[in-house]
């Protein structure tokens, strides 16, 4: 268990999209289509001194998801089609496929590479299944916060106005409260060691013509750190998505997982971001569309 912490302290120290490095520190999404648990290699092209980016037979992963965590091995891999469209075309890829005891692990989320030795037993991991606690009070208690954040990046340029999108200079310079709307879409109260009151939450705002989703990390009426933007690659709203906490050590250091329990019509998806006392630090984000649909 020692060594699983110790990955995934490197995993959150250098957050990426899995787009841009993908599977650099042996972390990867994990699919089920046609009957099988795969892993998509995305890579284009594996370094051949870096390990933990290539698939091979016998790999050992922890695959954690909506239920549970079990040691899976990789049974077979092979190039397919079905993980990624390029130029609305689908990109031939290598995938594994993972054997393993499913029954243990629900829906599958991610996958973490492990040594050959590596054993759950005595594992202290906790799990939840998270509802959206989001109701009036929520908003009481944290919409005053969210604008001034907002607002904050606006006049920063840390919010990003849409390229088709052309706001007043008067919102850019001056903006205000008024000139912000906000919606929560998503939250939930969970343990994490240093905070008093940890409520994470994932926020749309939106000033003039251009919309943000992020996800936030408050202690009480406090926000902790800055907005962890969630980029709607695939359309893929809020209200689609599930939500798990895999804390590993069970001491309040947990990770948010998020993906699709179901594929919805244009895809799915697998989020991940570790939660501590400094803030939310995104450490997966994959989307995989099988439809090669215009306009992705």
């Known amino acids: 268990m020692r060594a699983l912490l110790a990955a995934l302290a490197l995993v959150c120290a250098t957050p990426a999209r899995a787009q841009q490095s993908y599977g650099s520190k042996g972390i990867y999404p994990v699919y089920e289509t ?3 648990w795969v892993i998509f290699d995305k890579a284009p092209k594996p370094l051949k001194s870096n390990k933990a980016s290539r698939l091979d037979l016998e790999d050992r992963f922890l695959v954690v ?3 549970g965590s079990a040691i899976f091995t990789v049974a077979r891999a092979s190039a397919t089609y079905g993980g990624a ?3 609305n075309r689908p990109v031939k890829l290598r995938a594994a496929l993972l054997k393993g005891p499913r029954s243990a692990v629900g829906s599958p989320i991610i996958a973490v590479r492990v040594k050959a030795g590596f ?3 005595g594992s202290q991991a906790k799990y939840l299944i998270l509802p959206n606690e989001v109701n009036e009070g929520t908003y009481s208690r944290l919409s005053d916060a969210i604008k001034s954040s907002e607002i904050a990046d606006i006049k920063s340029g840390a919010f990003h106005f849409s390229s088709d999108d052309h706001p007043s200079p008067l919102i850019q310079q001056y903006p205000g ?3 912000v709307q906000m919606k929560i879409d998503f939250g939930a109260r969970l343990l994490v060691r240093g905070l008093a009151d940890a409520f994470v939450f994932i926020e749309t705002s939106q000033a003039s013509a251009t919309s943000r989703r992020c996800l936030r990390l408050a202690d009480g009426e406090k926000l902790i750190a800055q907005c962890v933007e969630m980029p709607e690659k695939l359309m893929a709203e809020t209200a689609l998505l599930r ?3 895999y804390d590993p050590g ?4 947990p990770f948010l997982l998020a993906y699709t329990p179901s594929p919805p019509l244009w895809g799915e998806e697998r989020w991940g971001f570790s939660l501590r006392s400094a ?3 995104l450490v997966l984000f994959d989307a995989m569309d099988p439809s090669c649909r215009e306009g992705f």
């Open 34 to 36: 046609a009957g099988q």
């Open 65 to 67: 998801g909506s239920q």
């Open 85 to 87: 469209c390029r130029k």
């Open 119 to 121: 054993k759950l037993h």
């Open 177 to 179: 409260a008024e000139q």
């Open 243 to 245: 939500f798990v906490a």
């Open 250 to 253: 069970g001491q309040g250091s």
């Open 279 to 281: 803030g939310p630090k």
